[in-house]
């Protein structure tokens, strides 16, 4: 798995990330569309404290890849 990460952030003060963009490649034979969207809705809703933290205040937009 590799995750690229991009961001939109405000030139103005209070300066702060406004959008993060997050791109998770998967390298797999045997892995589905469902299996990845269940592994980022668990992310997104209970295992990953920062996404918890950060979500509050800047719009995360994730997007997926399978690599056979």
Do not use: G, H
């Not at 590799?2 to 406004?18: A, C, G, M, T, Y």
């Not at 980022?40 to 719009?59: D, G, H, R, T, Y």
Request: glycine share 0%; proline share 4%; net charge positive.
């Amino acid at each position: 798995m590799k995750v690229n990460v991009k961001s939109l952030r405000r030139d103005q003060l209070p300066i702060k990330f406004e959008k993060i963009f997050v791109e998770f490649v998967v390298s797999s034979k045997d892995t589905s569309d469902s299996d990845i969207q269940k592994a980022i809705l668990l992310a997104e809703k209970s295992v990953c404290p920062v996404w918890q933290m950060i979500k509050v205040n800047v719009e995360v937009i994730t997007e997926y890849r399978i690599v056979p």
